[in-house]
């Protein structure tokens, strides 16, 4: 907002503050004596303070001075990391598929505490609603929607009959993706989602994007700067998808890479990013340890209990097992089984030859046990189990996640002058990358929250 329209509306609105982006956030926060590791990957900054005043970080350095009035906590002995970026969730999926109406509506009411109870204060919104998410988006800005913050494209470019065709609003023709795409840009997108994958595996169940459509919102996007985000997971998709200049692509690889094919190399070159989502797959066959058997106080902090309760009845799953089978139409769980360590082990080939990989889980997808926010955590955990070393993880869901959105300058790190987004953690995640479950305080968007703000409250009857 320019500065003086600011004024003007500050004195017909009566309005607290004025900071842009920031409602709400003008008192100041200092944060004292914490161990910093900044999202940057440079060695963890020790007994250091952290400033922050209006919704931004003004300051980083040892003993700065609290201006009166402000917060001060004392983070002694605690360590602070940028609030975490998921690059793939989807704020309206349920979890799971058998929900009423009125309980799918309490899932998703609730999705947003989940990811900040969890740490995650920016998310890439990949597929939802049209409507409702680019109003979502504005909810979060204007500070109606306590919510990290969105960056959302509406629903997914497929074909008629593709991948994800189930949603609704296939395309029939380039000419169809061209209108969607003007749509989409006239609301402001922050991105293209486009599915070019045709079924998990070899299966070819559903209609390829034709290279036509393909190339078509390939030249839209480009002439209007607008990010594509592919959804692929097969070597020669890979390929089409540096094609058509992705800016990310946001699933895994399942084909091993053969000596002499350049993928990763073209990855690099042609920056395109990488958000694997490999808890995804992952969650197609088991949660997270840490759930242990879906009890851990922090999964029920982030999930309306009902739905755990659901989730924990054996017949409950059979049938979320048989309706996940009838959508994916091929053996998906024995084709997640057989490809896990695939995905996993391009993951550290990804990373290796350079390109920029980013935590993204596909939340809220039915797949399994694809909770929103609750498994960010472990996403960067896997990511540690793939090779990399717990201060990559933390890069990969902090800063990298804020270059697949194209946030790079304002968020995913703790830098005077970014926006304040921070955690505050008991223990240190370079020793165990768990620790970053062990959250004390959210500040996200300048304002300090104990974590337990934003768990799940049961309901009367102790949902
Ligand atoms: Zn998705």
Redesign the pocket.
């Known amino acids: 907002m320019k500065k003086f329209t600011c004024i003007i509306l500050m004195l017909l609105l009566w309005l607290p503050g004025c900071s842009g982006d920031q409602p709400g956030a003008s008192s100041e926060v200092l944060i004292t004596d914490v161990i910093l590791i900044d999202g940057t990957g440079s060695d963890p900054q020790v007994g250091v303070d952290i400033r922050i005043a209006d919704g931004r970080i003004a300051e980083i350095g040892p003993d700065l001075s609290a201006a009166s009035g402000s917060e001060t906590i004392d983070g002694s002995g605690k360590y602070v990391i940028p609030g975490l970026i998921d690059a ?3 704020m309206d ?1 349920p979890i799971v598929f058998q929900l009423t109406p009125e309980e799918k509506t309490r899932v998703v009411e609730n999705n947003p505490r989940a990811f900040l109870y969890n740490g995650v204060t920016t998310v890439l919104n ?2 939802s609603d049209v409507d409702w998410i680019f109003e979502q988006r504005q909810a979060e800005r204007e500070g109606r929607l306590l919510s990290p913050r969105l960056y959302v494209m509406g629903r ?1 470019f497929t074909p008629v009959d593709g991948w ?1 065709s189930r949603h609704g609003g296939a395309l029939a023709d380039a000419d169809a993706a061209v209108a969607r795409a003007q749509d989409y840009i006239s609301r402001g997108t922050d991105g293209f ?1 486009v599915i070019i994958e045709d079924g998990l595996g070899a299966s070819g169940t559903y209609m390829r994007m034709s290279e036509d459509m393909m190339m078509a919102i390939s030249r839209i996007a480009w002439e209007n700067d607008v990010p594509i985000y592919t ?1 692929a997971i097969n070597l020669d998709e890979f390929h089409s998808a540096v094609a058509m200049s992705s800016t990310a692509i ?2 895994g690889l399942e084909d091993p890479i053969p000596p002499g094919d350049t993928i990763l190399q073209d990855m690099v070159e042609n920056n395109v990013m990488f958000v694997p ?1 490999h808890s ?1 797959w992952e969650a197609f066959l088991r949660h997270d340890e840490a759930a242990a058997d879906l009890n851990d106080p922090i999964l029920r902090g982030s999930v309306p209990h009902f739905l755990l309760d659901y989730m924990q009845d054996p017949e409950y799953r059979a049938e979320e097992t048989r309706r996940f089978l009838a959508v994916a139409d091929m053996p998906v769980y024995q084709w997640a089984e057989d490809k896990i360590p695939i995905f996993s082990e391009n993951i550290l080939k990804a990373h290796q030859a350079g390109v920029i990989v980013a935590t ?1 889980t ?1 939340a ?2 039915p797949v399994g046990f694809n909770f929103q926010g609750y498994n960010l955590p472990w996403e960067v955990k896997l990511f540690v189990q793939a090779g990399m070393t717990p201060m990559e993880a933390l890069v990969a869901a902090t800063r990298n996640g804020a270059m697949v959105i194209g946030v790079e300058d304002q968020l995913g790190t703790v830098e005077a002058g970014k926006l304040a987004d921070l955690l505050i953690l008991s223990d240190d995640p370079l020793d165990d990358i768990e620790n970053i479950r062990k959250i004390e305080t959210v500040v996200y968007k300048g304002k300090a929250y104990p974590r337990s703000e934003f768990a799940y409250q049961p309901t009367e009857t102790g949902e």
């Open positions: 793939h969730v989807h999926a990949v597929s997914s994800g989602k959804h946001v699933h989502t995804l993204g596909d809220g997808g």
